[in-house]
T-cell receptor
Framework: DAKTTQPTSMDCAEGRAANLPCNHSTISGNEYVYWYRQIHSQGPQYIIHGLKNNETNEMASLIITEDRKSSTLILPHATLRDTAVYYCIVRVNYGGSQGNLIFGKGTKLSVKP | DGGITQSPKYLFRKEGQNVTLSCEQNLNHDAMYWYRQDPGQGLRLIYYSQIVNDFQKGDIAEGYSVSREKKESFPLTVTSAQKNPTAFYLC??????????????FGQGTRLTVV
């Protein structure tokens, strides 16, 4: 079973920041937080991951709370092409079954003009 | 260009027939995975392989079989024992254990319809 909880859906206005929350209250000390997104009928795409520090790349920022029990993915200037299902996943960063990606139902983000 | 390729994109089969879905990667990744996705649902893990000639069952392996004879290939067979085979199938790969930045790469999926 997925170890994360996300809202089923969210709306965001084009050009505004999209903030997608994720709860992972049972996360272990060696587990990372990963974010993927899936545009309709395509394979999921990696966005970002982090352990405890905040992370930023060209796609998004990841804010992890100090107790690591929750995180927020931020898309700073959402576009219509960011409409997708966003998955938050926790996993260890090495091989074996503990490193498998276990998907929940994710958050369907709709960016509106 | 490096990547992971699934074929075909759409596949139709008659009930009771076995069908094999192809997954090839040229990323030199050790680990490969098969997922199934039903409408409105997340991905569920069918089988995974951490290394050539070895694979393990995921959460929903019944009615499926795999092989891993080559590092770059991980075909999935949907057998007649799978009760509800119509679904979207996704293949993924990632580097082996111990590597940082070990994000998984996904293929574009095969949509299987059994009639």
């Amino acid at each position: 079973d997925a170890k994360t909880t996300q809202p089923t859906s969210m709306d965001c206005a084009e050009g505004r920041a999209a903030n997608l929350p994720c709860n992972h209250s049972t996360i272990s000390g060696n587990e990372y937080v990963y974010w993927y997104r899936q545009i309709h009928s395509q394979g999921p795409q990696y966005i970002i991951h982090g352990l405890k520090n905040n992370e930023t790349n060209e796609m998004a920022s990841l804010i992890i709370t100090e107790d690591r029990k929750s995180s927020t993915l931020i898309l700073p200037h959402a576009t219509l092409r960011d409409t997708a299902v966003y998955y938050c996943i926790v996993r260890v960063n090495y091989g074996g079954s503990q490193g498998n990606l276990i998907f929940g139902k994710g958050t369907k983000l709709s960016v509106k003009p | 260009d490096g990547g992971i390729t699934q074929s075909p994109k759409y596949l139709f089969r008659k009930e009771g027939q076995n069908v094999t879905l192809s997954c090839e990667q040229n990323l030199n990744h050790d680990a490969m995975y098969w997922y199934r996705q039903d409408p409105g649902q997340g991905l569920r893990l069918i089988y995974y392989s951490q290394i050539v000639n070895d694979f393990q069952k995921g959460d929903i392996a019944e009615g499926y079989s795999v092989s891993r004879e080559k590092k770059e290939s991980f075909p999935l067979t949907v057998t007649s024992a799978q009760k509800n085979p119509t679904a979207f199938y996704l293949c993924a790969s990632k580097p082996g254990g111990g590597a940082f930045g070990t994000e998984a790469f996904f293929g574009q999926g095969t949509r299987l319809t059994v009639v």
